[in-house]
């Protein structure tokens, strides 16, 4: 069992920079492979970054690649998302997510997820 937390979010300007973290609870978080997903009112849910296990290897959305980052601390049990240069589209509430396989992009490969943190972006 693994129980997420995400924190971080709030209200940024178009432009603007924010860290979300998701805490891990549980034994078992480092055998997981993690990730953020996002979901704008309306739309269905869609990935946005993942992490490997050790945090070697990631992968993007291509919609946020090369503005956002995800990056882990398995001695903190903390995952990190830092997203720079946010723009009005990038308004969702998003998700971490803790799962299995590998590429990371399927909501369904992923077993255990947070309750989400909302992040508005304004023009």
């Known amino acids: 069992q693994v129980q997420l937390v995400e924190s971080g979010g709030g209200l940024v300007q178009a432009g603007g920079s924010l860290r979300l973290s998701c805490a891990a609870s549980?034994?078992?978080?480092?055998?997981?492979?993690m990730g953020w997903f996002r979901q704008a009112p309306g739309k269905e849910r869609e990935f946005v970054a993942g992490v490997t296990r050790a945090g070697l290897n990631t992968h993007y959305a291509d919609s946020v690649r090369g503005r956002f980052t995800i990056s882990r601390d398995n001695a903190k049990r903390t995952v990190y998302l830092q997203m720079n240069s946010l723009k009005p589209e990038d308004t969702a509430v998003y998700y971490c997510a803790a799962g299995t396989r590998w590429p990371p992009a399927l909501a369904s490969d992923y077993d255990y997820w947070g309750q989400g943190t909302q992040v508005t972006v304004s023009s």
């Open positions: 549980g034994r078992t978080y480092s055998t997981y492979i």
